[in-house]
């Protein structure tokens, strides 16, 4: 076989985008530059996010991006803010688009509804309505409006159809109501549920997700807990325990303490020493002096591990280089197929410039350590990816899909 031969059964990727206030000069803009990327390949998968300033041409948009791409699969939302290429587009109208030619991959899109949901409460209806077996070990896209779809219901079905299958995405975050965001997808535009795509075959995805914490004083054992309180950790009252590991940290976290204090619970509970990156972080959201309990931003179970956590825009960007550094030695790969291709994020809403004083951090962060790829994405309201094995919605996260090569 020729090189020009093994050329055309490889995945090729492109992104594009464009800020300003026309819409048609826009989509025209991002249409040319990823068409221009993909050589003349027919786009197999289109991811596309935009921005509210449009409101009232989102169907204009959807149809002259369609017919210019003659995408197969269609995707987007609105969004705040916008990622790509190497910008971060913030609250200023502007496009992104991400398209991929995918030769060998099956790709499988939805629109679900809440009620459509809610009928796949078996494993075997899950993998009847994708048409998928478990065997084909998928990947999930997924962009829902966070008003009207149960996100962690959808994940908590997939992971028993299909487990240990990734769940990517981020939550709509063009509106702060009901039926004020809108999803895209290849049929037209809708104001409730999610829309994403379900990808098997001649593709890996690898996701990597980046909480922004690092952990201080000792992991503990969870010995009274009722419902999203910690009563006891360690068997102690959980604000004396608490109150202990302040007294032991540094200066600079007990400040950080102070101002943000978190709580990461192991994701996988046969992990001996569990490490910073190995624990789902939440919020501690009150306590109450009088019985020594914690409140959390979650549902908690005795038995469970969890490790106090600290955060600020030092350690966000320290624990976003570090995992990019992790990336980049992957041992699931060959090492000739160690570069990715391409790259989907979906960060927080409260990163960017907020947090970091600086424009453009995480896509040029993720550029600097693992090389230029086509790269999109926007600001979410939620972002979701897997830690360890299993899938869960994060806040003020970096959430990463990386395409390699199989």
Known sequence: MSDSDKNQDRPLFSSGIARGESFRALVDE????????????????????????????YKAIQESLQKKLKAHVLLGCTAISIIGKDQEVERDPAMSLFAAHLPGVKKIPFWLKQQELDELSSPQKCREFFGLSESEKPAFFILPDPFTFDVNLFMDFAAKAYPG??????????????????????EGVCDQGAVGVALTGNVFVSP???????????????????????????????????EETYRRASAKDQVLARNALFIGAVADEYKQYPKRGDFVIRNVIGLDRDSGALAISDY???????????????????????????????????????????????????????????????????????????????????????????????????????????
């Open 30 to 57: 991002i249409s040319v530059q990823v068409l221009e990327g993909l050589g003349g390949k027919n786009v197999d998968l289109a991811f596309f996010f935009v921005t509210p300033h449009f409101q009232g041409h």
């Open 165 to 186: 299958a990734p769940v990517i995405g981020g939550m709509a975050s063009g509106a702060q109501e009901p039926g004020g965001n809108i999803l895209f997808w290849s």
């Open 208 to 242: 990597m997700v980046s909480q922004g914490c690092r952990p201080f004083g000792e992991p503990a054992v969870i010995t009274g807990a009722q419902e999203n309180i910690i009563l006891s950790l360690a068997g102690r009252p959980a604000l004396e325990y608490l």
């Open 300 to 406: 908690v179970q005795v038995g469970e591990t969890v490790q106090f956590h600290v955060r600020d825009a030092e350690t966000a960007h320290e624990d976003l280089e570090t995992l990019c550094e992790h990336q980049k030695v992957r041992t699931d790969l060959p090492e000739s197929h160690r570069d990715p291709k391409a790259a989907l994020i979906f960060s927080c809403n409260g990163r960017g410039s907020s947090m970091f004083k600086t424009r453009h951090h995480d896509v040029s962060t993720v550029h600097s350590h693992l090389g230029k790829f086509p790269t999109a994405g926007f600001f979410c309201a939620g972002e979701l990816g897997p830690i360890g094995s299993r899938n869960f919605m994060h806040s003020f996260t970096a959430s990463i899909a990386f395409f390699y090569e199989k």
